[in-house]
């Protein structure tokens, strides 16, 4: 199947619903499975993470569309590393440490700009978009030094699929196709390459993984998001893997349209929905918003076991007029407060339970089949 194209797995996987919804059921995991809570904040197993997934898997850390132009960078800070990406002149994407080469002071602020060097704050080294060191404040004082040796540390970087991935491990290596595998072909059906990011911002939450097991469950869709989407949405998943790489639709009544209309007569972008996972990460989901709108939310482990921060982008496929930029902030406003006061607002709640103890194990039914598969390749990861 995974080397099928997009429309053939998503006409396959529509095809599928249909009986399912024809049915009333929904595809179930053999059995349920028990969780140690431990494994959600214990310290040691959380180092092992970020040591052993964080630094090691390539993360998607934006949308090429965001560094159109040769000198516009892009300084985040993930899991304590502090890097800069940028669009080179010869237009190759590049990713560096934000850390002088003199001593070690941060070059940039975290966020986007364009400039033609990065100077540091400092003592006001000079280094261009490879990283090359081409001014030394004062140099006839400063002593002999060899220049070409104190550029800025890379880190490994790559685009595919529209979208920019980097290793946050300056010893690392990328190799993007081997982690997106065949996912990459579903990713590639968005054409992210074409959007628009029209507004981003961030959310802080709970410990990187309950987050990322509300990102995997439907289940949860009517009750705790009584009050603002939920009820209209069916609690009953379908989910779908490549590698690591998930895909989380369901049931849709909306779906059985297509029961009779020929395959070549389907409609993509009307049975693409559902969610979208990257391993370790990312999730994509719909926001209506012009000809179509997507929030890809980028999540990370935070300072401590138990915090994590969420980045929400807005990604669009219309031109980004102020009208369709206003539109989507204020969308944006209704997702900062559903993730933050009802999803993560619950997470945080879970792991203050799992701190008292109470708990030893969690367990996840056999219709939360994404939840286990999760956990099962995070786990065949570490050690721990
Ligand atoms: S630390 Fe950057 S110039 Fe001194
Ligand atoms: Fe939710």
């Known amino acids: 199947m995974d080397n099928e194209s997009a429309r053939t797995q998503l006409i396959a996987q529509l095809r599928r619903t249909i009986e399912h919804i024809d049915a009333g ?3 179930l995991v053999d059995d349920t499975m028990s969780i140690p809570v431990d494994r959600y904040q214990n310290q040691e197993r959380w180092e092992e993470e970020i040591e052993k997934v964080f630094k090691t898997v390539p993360l998607m850390m934006g949308f090429s569309s965001e ?16 890097f800069i990406l940028t669009r080179g002149s010869d237009g190759e994407l590049r990713g560096f440490v934000n850390m002088c080469s003199h001593r070690g002071a941060q070059l940039v602020e975290e966020g986007s700009g364009a400039s033609r060097r990065f100077t540091c704050p400092y003592h006001a080294w000079n280094y261009d978009h490879d990283g090359a060191l081409v001014g030394v404040t004062n140099r006839q004082d400063f002593g002999e030094v060899d220049t070409s040796c104190l550029g800025l540390t890379s880190l490994p970087v790559a685009e ?3 979208l920019m991935w980097v290793v946050l491990d300056p010893n690392g290596s990328i190799d993007i196709d081997a982690h997106l595998g065949g996912y990459a072909t579903m990713l590639d059906h968005f054409d992210f390459g074409s959007w628009n990011v029209v507004h981003q911002q961030e959310v802080p939450g709970p410990n990187w993984k309950l987050a990322y097991d509300g990102y995997l469950d439907f289940y949860h869709l009517p009750f705790l998001h009584r009050d603002t989407f939920g009820p209209d949405y069916p609690s009953r998943p379908i989910y779908d893997a490549w590698g ?5 639709t369901a049931p849709y009544e909306a ?6 209309v020929p395959d070549d007569e389907v409609v ?9 996972t990257i391993f370790p990460h990312v999730s994509i989901a719909g926001f209506p918003v012009g000809e179509r ?15 994590s921060k969420t980045i929400q982008n807005f990604i669009v496929t219309d031109e980004p007029t102020d009208e369709l930029i206003a539109l989507a902030a204020k969308h944006a406003e209704f997702f900062d407060h559903v993730v933050r ?10 792991g203050k339970n799992i701190a008292s103890g109470a708990k030893s194990e969690f367990v996840f039914g056999r219709n939360e089949g994404g939840g286990q598969f999760f956990h099962t390749y995070l786990d065949s990861l570490l050690d721990t």
């Open 268 to 276: 993509l972008s009307e049975i693409d929905g559902g969610v979208w």
């Open 244 to 248: 690591p790489h998930q895909r989380m």
């Open 255 to 260: 779906l059985a349209k297509w029961a009779d």
């Open 67 to 82: 560094l159109k132009e040769a000198g516009a960078y892009k300084a985040m800070d993930v899991c304590g590393m502090k």
């Open 25 to 27: 059921t929904i595809p």
């Open 293 to 307: 709108g997507l929030m890809v939310s980028q999540l990370f482990p935070g300072d401590t076991p138990d915090t």
């Open 160 to 162: 595919k699929c529209g």
């Open 341 to 350: 006061n009802e999803d993560y607002y619950t997470g945080i709640r879970i």
